[in-house]
């Protein structure tokens, strides 16, 4: 994975229904993770007639050991607060054969030095999260990162 992958629009092509998909997203990413690169996400849903499903995740802030490390450290609670409010957003579309094309990109972020992107390790580490979530459910799950 490419140190700018959270910029990146993530494609994936799965069997698992539009509303599957969604839901993974909505699991790994509403509330609290408390992994030590743990994030927490408020997760919001919708479904257009056409089948297709979308969620947006809104970046909360650090939690676990790293959340507990931050609080410490200036540097690292002004880029927290620069990245509250980027948002994630995740769309299953249904495809004509019973496939599945999601699209997740961050759609809102912070840039620190007008380069970096304000806790990037924490929207790629999600990602990440999502993408494993989702091959559980179709082993045959492809990834294309465009």
């Known amino acids: 994975m490419g140190l700018l992958d959270h910029n990146r629009t993530w ?17 790994c990413l509403n509330g609290r993770n408390a992994s030590l690169l743990g994030s927490r996400w408020r997760v919001s849903t919708s479904e257009a007639k056409s089948g297709r499903r979308t969620a947006v995740a809104f970046y909360e802030g650090r939690t676990g050991v790293v959340g507990l490390m931050s609080a410490m ?3 690292a609670s002004a880029e927290q607060d620069a990245a509250r409010g980027s948002e994630l957003t995740f769309t299953a579309t249904p495809g004509r054969d019973g496939s599945t094309t999601c699209t997740m990109e961050m759609t809102q972020v912070t840039k620190v030095y007008l380069v970096f992107t ?23 799950l492809e990834v294309v990162k465009q």
């Open 73 to 75: 450290s200036q540097r």
């Open 11 to 27: 494609r994936i092509a799965t069997n698992a229904s539009p509303a599957d998909c969604v839901r993974v997203f909505a699991d």
């Open 118 to 140: 304000a806790d990037a390790r924490f929207f790629r580490s999600a990602m990440r999260r999502v993408a494993r979530r989702l091959r559980d459910l179709d082993a045959g």
